[in-house]
Structures are given as structure tokens and as C-alpha cells.
């Protein structure tokens, strides 16, 4: 497998070819900073469309990597897959990986290497220092994790498993925005100039969410409702959950009772001791912004 540096010297020390990739959605927030930081890395870098049929090009490229929604995902890497050298390396970077990543062992059987990560991150991010990137192995687990090593240098590489990754972006994402959507859904009923006005810490970050999530394209918001398998009994254990609140909230004893056994779960977490300053510290910073 190719190695991702700038350039490949040959054995007398002289500098010899620069390195080529290719960025599918090269257009879009990630594929413009995979751009950036492709070039950053001394790579000559190129935007593939796989919509006009011509991929030819993409034999002569060491790196692709594809950039595009959720959902088309899986289709882009079969299509840049078959135009590939064997070695050459091809790597996705979709927030679920439950149909990116069964693509990627496609690929890998035509001699393709694969590189199956999630970058935890948005197309602002400058340093990649601490920057956390998740690597769903599909083939050769060590050789993929060198590979994203070079490619993320100096981020904090997580390794999982599809199931595993899946599972926890229904937590972390998924999740989150189907409920701050549809709370923005709620609040669309309600005066928000005056809500804004009488609101605390509370309601302030909250709302703040709702509409940073709200203006999110649609297209990611959908696969990332639609496409993770995840989502759905934890929907299901959060629909449960209110029910239990609403009904618990008329009896002191089996309120304080439910009340104590969420504290307990959240206590496990270390963060957890700091979170109510930690949330007066965001709104402080909101309101005199």
C-alpha cells in the first residue's frame, strides 16, 4: 500500500513523483477542507465526479477519497472502485458506515485498499491536534489504522466496528437531531421573539441547538434519520422514558426514585460533576457574544 507522505524518494535520496488523489464531492464542506488538507500533505489534488461518467483518470490516482451524502455513499465507492489501481488507496469518510462500509470489502476484493473512517469533526477544523477520527477496519485493521495515521496526523484515532460506530452515532447524532428537530417542530407554535427574551441557561442553549441543527441541509438530517438502524429503539426507549417522567412526576416517591437511578448512569461519567458550571460558562459566553 502506497505510503501517504509528500513524495517518494527513490533509493539514491532524489526527489521522484508527487503524489496524486482524487476528492469525490469535492464541492461540498468536507471534500473542500479534504482538498485543502490533501494539498496541505503535498499531495496534487483533483476533483472526481463520478455523475459524468468519466473516471478513467482515476487509474493514475494513489488516494480517492470519497466525500459525498450518506446515502449515495455506497454507490460512489463501486463506481471509483472498478477505475482504481490495485494498492491504490480509497478510503469514505460517511458519518453511518452500515452501507459504506460492505462497499469498501467490495473494493478491497478488487485489490483496492480501503480506509473506512469517520472524521469527528466539521470543515472548519484547522489543527488536527486531539481531533477525534474513527477507523471501522475492513480488511487488514493494522495496515488501515497506519494508513490513517498518516493521512489524520497528529488526531486521536478511535478503532470499532461498523455495529459499534452505528450504534454510537445513533447516540451521538442521529439522536440528537431528530429530537432538536422536532422540538424546533414544538417551538414553531409559540411566540420565540418573547421566548428568547424570558429565557435562562436552559432554554438559551437549548433553542441555540435547535436552530443550528434546523439549519442543517435536509439531505444529511433525512440519512441520518433514515439510514442508521440504531435509531430507532432509542426513539422508542426515549418515547417510553417521557411516558414514565409524565406519569412518575404525579407520585414524589417514584419521581425521586427515577430521578436518582438517571443521576446514577450520568455519575459514571466523570464530566458529569461539572456540567451545571459548565453550562452556565457556555451561556455566559453566548449572551456576551
Known amino acids: 500500500m502506497p505510503a501517504l507522505n509528500a513524495e517518494i524518494r527513490s533509493a539514491e535520496g532524489k526527489v521522484g513523483l508527487t ?7 469535492a464541492g461540498g464542506g468536507m471534500g473542500g477542507w479534504f482538498t485543502r488538507h490533501l494539498r496541505g500533505l503535498g499531495y496534487e489534488v483533483e476533483a472526481v465526479d463520478t455523475r459524468d461518467g468519466s473516471l478513467e483518470p482515476v487509474g493514475a490516482l494513489d488516494l480517492v477519497v470519497v466525500s459525498v451524502p450518506i446515502s449515495t455513499t455506497p454507490a460512489a465507492v463501486h463506481e471509483v472502485a472498478s477505475h482504481m489501481r ?8 460517511a458519518s453511518l458506515k452500515g452501507g459504506s462500509h460492505p462497499a469498501l470489502v467490495e473494493a ?18 484547522g489543527s488536527l491536534n486531539g481531533r477525534v477520527v474513527a477507523v471501522v477496519p475492513v480488511a487488514d485493521p493494522e495496515g488501515e489504522r497506519r494508513q490513517a495515521e498518516l493521512l489524520f496526523p497528529g488526531a486521536d484515532l478511535i478503532t470499532l466496528d461498523v455495529g459499534r460506530h452505528d450504534r454510537c452515532m445513533a447516540v451521538v447524532l442521529s439522536l440528537p437531531y431528530a429530537l432538536n428537530l422536532a422540538l424546533a417542530r414544538v417551538l414553531t407554535g409559540e411566540d420565540l421573539a418573547l421566548s428568547s427574551r424570558m429565557a435562562g441557561s436552559t432554554f438559551s442553549l437549548q433553542y441555540i441547538l435547535a436552530q443550528s441543527i434546523a439549519g442543517e441541509s435536509p439531505a444529511l438530517i433525512r440519512d441520518l434519520l433514515r439510514e442508521n438502524a440504531s435509531l430507532e429503539p432509542l426513539l422508542g426507549a426515549f418515547v417510553d422514558s417521557l411516558e414514565e417522567l409524565l406519569t412518575a412526576s404525579g407520585d414524589e ?4 426514585s427515577l430521578h436518582a437511578e438517571v443521576v446514577e448512569a450520568l455519575s459514571r461519567d466523570p464530566s458529569y460533576p461539572g456540567a451545571d458550571a459548565r453550562r452556565q460558562m457556555a451561556h455566559r459566553a453566548i449572551a456576551g457574544a
Open 86 to 93: 490495485g494498492s491504490a488507496v480509497l478510503a469514505e469518510i
Open 253 to 256: 416517591d417514584a419521581f425521586n
Open 19 to 25: 503524489l496524486r488523489a482524487g476528492v469525490v464531492g
Open 108 to 125: 478491497s476484493r478488487l485489490g483496492v485498499t480501503p480506509l473506512c473512517v469517520h472524521p469527528m469533526f466539521g470543515p472548519s477544523t
